[in-house]
């Protein structure tokens, strides 16, 4: 079973390029266009790895890290 990677980034085409690699490595992955939908997924999924991008419309990447702190389930990603 292939490991998954949640990519929480707010850019196109540079999702698309990490995509294609991490995909093209074996991984599966996910994807998030913003903080708020990131956090949801993380939830959701339960991913083996997070990128997480800083600058992001919604909730930008340092207030996912302070949800991801208050939340048990979330935290142990950190």
Do not use: C, H
């Not at 390029?17 to 490595?25: G, T």
């Amino acid at each position: 079973m292939a490991k998954k990677i949640l990519l929480v980034e707010d850019e196109e085409i540079i999702s698309d390029l990490l995509q294609r690699k991490l995909k093209k490595e074996g991984y599966e992955v996910l994807v998030a266009s913003d903080g708020k939908e990131g956090l949801k997924s993380m939830r959701e999924t339960e991913p083996d790895l997070i990128l997480l991008d800083i600058i992001m419309p919604k909730i930008g990447g340092f207030e996912v890290m302070e949800e991801m702190n208050k939340d048990p389930k979330l935290k142990k990603f950190r």
